[in-house]
């Protein structure tokens, strides 16, 4: 009886043993989500003629479709450091990667703007984890000499998302569908 009373702290001090090839895999995950989560950050810039056509916008209401994300980031960076000690990292990840999912689709259901707002809005609630996440499980589980270059590629999966959607926007002026390509791939990661 007197064993199998331990603290919850005393259980979260056992070291966890990943193997090397396992501990890359899962880095290269974390890159793919912080690079692949931000690419609608570059398509919508470069969707702004065919969103105000698809809503029937003006570009104050495309302004506010494009930064209204950020708002969402402030709501998530609040619930997130309430929960992110009280709920399994791993589940967090996965809701939150099918929950941006999730709000990509919207476009594709309703061209209503309300509710293309409030599903950006929604998803920037998922995106924060994407900048949480990944940094800590680089202190907690990466290798101890390489851990400052992990944390130097998984920020600059930032811009490099950005860069890949609006590139693939300037090409392919459908961003209903990159929205879905994206939604897609996350929900695979």
Known sequence: PYESSQTNEEEKEKPIHLSKRIRQLN???L????SLSNADGGIIPAAKDAFCDDMKANSADFGLYGSIDYFGRLIGSILFVAIINKINRKFILITTLLFKGLTLFVPLLSKNLTLNLIARG???ISQVYYTIYPAVWV?????????????AII????PVGIVIGYGVMTFYKNYVLWYIVEAIVLGTL
Do not use: Y
Request: charged share 15%; no cysteine.
């Open 31 to 34: 890159v793919l989500v912080s």
């Open 139 to 151: 202190d907690q589980l990466g290798p101890r000499k390489s851990r400052t270059i992990m944390i």
């Open 27 to 29: 880095f290269i995950l």
């Open 122 to 124: 929604t998803s920037g």
């Open 155 to 158: 920020q600059l999966g930032v």
